[in-house]
């Protein structure tokens, strides 16, 4: 299984980007996915999950800017970020959880200038 990340950048704050996430290989079904995100000297946190039915979960520092989404045909979940902040400049990973077994994709950058 591999997961794909694409869609990071460079952006002013209040700009928006839009991360997509394509998992591949012997997959059957894919429970909950999500993206975290890790900046520089700071440990890797939750930023949303979406499970296999859609309900979603949000970290408060993101809610009403932030909407993930998926589409299961596709096995590809989604991150469209809004009203872009400075601290919200990271490495972006995309989660997926198949059979109990977590995989992560390898990361894109995002960059929030002010």
């Known amino acids: 299984v591999q997961l794909v990340e694409s869609g990071g950048g460079l952006v002013q704050a209040g700009g928006s980007l839009r991360l997509s996430c394509a998992a591949s290989?012997?997959?059957?079904?894919?429970?909950?996915m999500g993206w975290y995100r890790q900046a520089p000297g700071k440990q890797r946190e939750l930023v949303a999950t979406?499970?296999?039915?859609?309900?979603?979960n949000y970290a408060d520092s993101v809610k009403g800017r932030f909407t993930v989404s998926r589409d299961n045909a596709k096995n590809t979940v989604y991150l469209q970020m809004n009203s872009l902040k400075p601290e919200d400049t990271a490495v972006y990973y995309c989660?997926?959880?198949?059979?109990?077994?977590?995989?992560w994709g390898q990361g894109t950058q995002v960059t929030v200038s002010s």
């Open positions: 290989g012997r997959i059957l079904r894919i429970n909950a």
């Open positions: 989660t997926a959880d198949i059979w109990g077994i977590y995989y």
């Open positions: 979406i499970t296999s039915g859609g309900n979603t």
